[in-house]
């Protein structure tokens, strides 16, 4: 989308033209969408903090700054909005067995066989990698993850993220150290 | 494996790296910028020198192999995918807006921290004021809920059963029996040993059927756990342990990591890690406990408990505990219970200022006056952070404002104090909010150490990864730079750097400085303060850098094919009086290939050689064109103006400023004709000492002969010619030398030298011979506290002038090589 017509459709958005909005949210609803999955683990969470990102930029609209670009702008309503979902979510779980460390025996049993030592070749390097993805703490993943899966920047993940691109960079390199060992520990297993 | 895995190359091993670590400064400072590299982070510029650097150092070529590697095998398990959500989306949103502004038409924008646009009407903010109040509400009663949930859980038997449901390459040892493990139960008394390749997998089962099992523990290779007392003891090695419900481990030094639900890893520190490892390089740096994720781990040691919360770190070092805070300090936890705040203050009230004091806690607690100190509050999962300075009786106070509701804080003093280097590690402090006037429940202590931190940011404050701070000691006599690249510290991700053994004495016209280097910064060299000067105290370890364009420069000399070059980069430092060499390449340049090649920013020395000769040109780059820089004389000649009163004080004639033109090189000496300069003429009979450029050491070369001619192992250093009349020649740009090698000899102060009333005299003696018959060379100088017999051995040879107390100089000291000392 070019700025001037980033620029035509938010103009129209403010004199409040839904079907202007709608293109908008066209435009933007796979970026904003695949963001929110990434940090909701959950479509339908997904789909509402998405939701809930373009309502927000709609009544935010009076604010838009034709001299900024918007996605960056929309990229960081969409990660208050997500965080914003996953503190409810969070605030009304309560603690249980972590899932990670069951479906880590399951993984380990393809892995080897603890009785003949047999180290299994069901599993790809692939499917481990993404395994240990899903153990890793959210703040460790979620930098990793939408820097690959999402092809976002540093820049873009410290918008989202609402931290500074040093933190993404820490962040996003401690996860690589944690695979790479845990990935480590299991090949050599 | 996948079909696409054969075409990606396999990494280096671990140990292939451990083989070539990084070599020196150069090394540490790309293996900075691999990952970087490797994730298309890295500036055109950085990049093009760091594929420089890789295709000449085996080492780095290695770490660079491993970061692609490590990249490529993440980009293609998790390939960049579009993810749309299901049909109807935009309708759907604009229905539920549709919705949304019939409800509550007069809804106002609420994005004030969106942070593209200005705060919004007041009654949004009322709005805003009154979901936040009862989003606060709300979270505070599931808090309370969830707090009684946790106290619930001291309902369980927590005796627990050991149980290994994974092992590989792992022995049991029972009664004095070593056998392979199988999966079973360990009892008690037994210990579980894993091989080098080994990985175990130990589950803690309880009587409770809440949640089962109550943690996995995964024992890495090189490790050993037991079971003692029905408690899971840490023996040796590193585990990482993922708890379901509250549990304990044992570790070897007898303390207790208490864990609540989360991951926590304990265990030896692995050095593999630099970024976020610090290397206090301290045998006693043994273990660490942290906090990966979830509950605070509380670490109990000889009745003292200390809480690890999330993303700090715990280390046993030197027979104490010492958390570190990893930059990431903004994590509360369950189970930690608040200070109440006090009872008579009506809730929507602000506290009065927090109080605290700085001391030492190895002078008798006295205050750490000018300390400061960065506090990061941290309440629900957030951290405020403010600075402050501690005043001259070391007490601090913050002013009252929301962020004191918190009730612990981590402080972190960056400022130091030398010579000592006092400084102590971040830790955790509760706020005692029940006091008149909130205050630190206890000090902040700052204790002395061998090894001190210091932090390089940019202009805006935040930590710069990969900058090398170098201690480096400027001499002024010699105007040389010398780098002490065995002391160097790179950055981790925080900025901080550690530095170890600082060189605490040195020579009056010698000082010692940081020199701060990184690829996208301006290179700045700090001079540190003298220890007794009033700046010491309050010196900051904090370093900054100043952000630059990185310009590589192409250089295109070439006047023939088949020559060698040496490329010299040199960059100016801000705060160095002379430029410093960065890098040095050897560039071969054959008929079929380009002659030019890509340096880094600054200004070049080429040096280039032939079968014949080898000449050291002074080059620069502007407009795109490499010159021979007639200029490049003109900083040595401000340096001579500088350093001109100095060398005849020292008693050395500077006859000329010369630079050795040709050096002609040939097998393993190198054939060497010393000149004088401009005219040519050859200097005879002059003592030539071959010379570090980087290290100042030296070595004797030997006389010259009548047509000046000389033959020894130069090895690329540079050469110091003293003529018989004493004449100095020295073919480094950088500056004419001065040199005194001098024998060993004594002092003995005459008596009516002496003062009268006190006993210490401070003689500060300037060498300022020239006899050289050693293998060393310094110019040299000595302050000496004259003992109580006022005999002083073990002095070198050379004239002196002392200093007494009073401020009288003694001109003309002279000791002589049979121990003579003249009095003038």
């Not at chain 2, 997998?201 to 943690?215: F, K, N, Y």
Request: charged fraction near 20%.
């Amino acid at each position: 989308l070019s700025k001037r017509s980033e620029n035509d459709l938010m103009l129209r958005i403010q004199a409040g033209d839904l079907v202007a909005f709608e293109q908008l949210v066209e435009r933007y609803q796979a970026m904003v969408y695949g963001l929110a999955l990434s940090i909701l683990r959950s479509p339908e969470d997904a789909e509402e903090a998405a939701q809930d990102a373009f309502i927000k930029l709609y009544r935010a609209r009076d604010r838009y700054d034709r001299a900024r670009d918007l996605e960056p702008w929309l990229l960081r309503i969409a990660g208050n909005a997500c965080r914003d979902l996953l503190r409810r979510r969070r605030a009304a779980a309560l603690p249980t067995a972590t899932a990670a460390a069951d479906s880590d025996d399951d993984i380990m049993a393809q892995v080897a066989d603890p009785a003949t030592g047999e180290v299994g070749q069901r599993v790809g390097v692939e499917q481990l990698v993404r395994h240990e993805l899903e153990r890793l703490s959210e703040k460790v993943r979620l930098p990793l993850e939408l820097k690959y899966m999402r092809g976002m920047t540093n820049q873009q993940i410290a918008e989202v993220l609402g931290v500074s691109i040093s933190n993404v960079k820490v962040q996003v390199a401690r996860a690589k150290d944690v695979l790479q060992s845990r990935l480590e520990r299991v090949m050599e297993a | 494996m996948s079909a696409g895995e054969g075409a990606m190359r396999q990494p280096p091993s671990p140990n292939d790296l451990r083989r070539h670590p990084a070599k020196d400064a150069h090394c540490a400072h790309f293996r900075g910028l691999m990952r970087d590299y490797a994730d298309g982070e890295l500036t055109a510029a950085l990049g093009a020198a760091l594929e420089l650097h890789v295709h000449d150092c085996r080492a780095c070529a290695l770490g660079l192999a491993r970061s692609e590697h490590e990249v490529l095998r993440l980009r293609r398990a998790l390939p960049t995918t579009t993810v749309e959500p299901q049909p109807g989306f935009a309708a759907r949103t604009v229905q539920r807006l549709v919705q949304d502004l019939e409800r509550d038409p007069e809804l106002e924008p609420q994005l004030a921290a969106a942070g593209n646009g200005v705060a919004g009407p007041a009654r949004g903010r009322r709005i805003g004021s009154r979901i936040t109040l009862a989003l606060s509400a709300m979270a505070a009663t599931l808090m309370v809920i969830a707090g009684l949930l946790w106290q619930g859980y001291a309902e369980i038997d927590y005796s627990a059963r050991f149980v290994v449901a994974k092992a590989f390459h792992t022995h049991v040892e029972r009664n004095g029996v070593r056998t392979a493990a199988v999966p079973g139960a360990l009892g008690e008394g037994d210990s579980l040993v894993t091989d080098s390749d080994g990985a175990a997998l130990v589950q803690l089962e309880d009587r409770s059927d809440i949640v089962h099992p109550g943690a996995n523990v995964h024992v890495a290779g090189d490790s050993k756990v037991a079971v003692a007392a029905n408690q899971l003891h840490l023996a040796d090695g590193s585990v990482e342990v993922v708890t379901s419900r509250p549990t304990e481990v044992a570790l070897p030094d007898g303390s207790l990591l208490s864990m609540g639900i989360g991951t926590y890893s304990i265990g030896a520190i692995d050095y593999r890690r630099p970024d976020y490892v610090l290397d206090f390089g301290s045998p006693d740096l043994r273990m660490r406990a942290e906090t990966v994720s979830g509950d605070a781990a509380k670490l109990a040691r000889g009745g003292k408990t200390d809480t690890i919360v999330a993303g700090q770190v715990a280390i046993w070092h030197g027979g104490s505990i010492v958390s570190i805070d990893n930059g990431d300090a903004n994590s509360i936890v369950n189970g930690l219970r608040p200070t109440p705040r006090r009872p008579d203050l009506p809730s929507d009230q602000l506290l009065p200022a927090l109080r605290g004091r700085v001391q030492f806690d190895n002078r008798a607690a006295a205050p750490a006056r000018e300390v400061l100190l960065e506090i990061d509050f941290l309440e629900g999962g957030h951290a405020r952070q403010v600075e402050v300075r501690s005043g001259e009786d070391g007490l601090f106070e913050i002013p009252s404002g929301r962020h004191l509701d918190a009730p612990f804080a981590v402080i972190r003093p960056i400022t130091s104090e030398l010579p000592n280097l006092a400084f102590s590690m971040p830790r955790l402090y509760a706020v005692d909010r029940t006091a008149e006037v909130p205050v630190l429940s206890e000090p902040v202590t700052l204790s002395d150490a061998p090894t001190f931190d210091c932090f390089v940011v940019d202009d805006e404050g935040l930590p710069i990864e990969g900058a090398l701070v170098v201690p480096t000691v400027v001499d002024g006599l010699l105007g040389m730079v010398w780098p002490i690249e065995s002391l160097l510290t790179p950055t981790n991700y925080l900025g901080r750097g550690s530095l170890h053994s600082l060189p605490n004495r040195l020579e009056p016209h010698q000082q010692l400085g940081l020199l701060l280097l990184h690829g996208t910064h301006a290179a700045r060299w700090v001079a540190l303060p003298d220890a007794n000067s009033p700046a010491a105290a309050s010196f900051q370890w904090r370093l900054q850098l100043h952000d630059r364009v990185v310009a590589p420069h192409r250089v295109g000399v070439r006047s023939e094919a088949n020559v060698t070059q040496d490329v010299l980069e040199v960059i100016a430092v801000e705060g160095l009086p002379s430029a410093y060499v960065v890098s040095r390449q050897t560039l071969t340049f054959r008929a079929d290939s380009s002659p030019s090649a890509l340096v880094g920013d600054g200004q070049l020395w080429l040096r280039q050689r032939s079968a014949s000769q080898t000449t050291l040109r002074g080059m620069y780059y502007q407009d795109n064109v490499l010159r021979v820089s007639q200029e490049a004389t003109q900083p040595i000649d401000e340096r001579l103006a500088q350093l001109q009163p100095l060398i005849q004080s020292s008693g050395f004639e500077v006859v000329r400023h010369h630079r050795n033109e040709i050096l002609a090189t040939e097998g393993p000496h190198s054939n060497v004709q010393v000149i004088e300069g401009p005219s040519g003429v050859p200097l005879s009979q002059a003592r030539c000492y071959a010379i570090d450029p980087d290290g100042g050491a030296a070595r004797v070369l030997g006389t010259s002969g009548s047509a000046g001619e000389l033959s020894g192992p130069l090895n690329g250093w540079s050469l110091l010619a003293i003529a018989a009349d004493g004449r100095i020649a020295f073919n480094s740009p950088l500056s004419p030398a001065t040199a005194s090698v001098l024998q060993v000899g004594s002092l003995s102060v005459g008596q009516e030298h002496r003062p009268s009333q006190s006993q210490s005299l401070l003689l500060r003696m300037t060498a300022v011979g020239n006899n050289t018959p050693h293998g060393r060379l310094h110019a040299t100088f000595w302050q000496y506290t004259v003992p109580n017999d006022w005999l002083m051995s073990n002095l070198p040879v050379g004239q002196y002038e002392a200093q007494l107390p009073s401020g009288e100089v003694i001109r003309g000291v002279q000791i002589l090589a049979d121990d003579t000392v003249v009095l003038n």
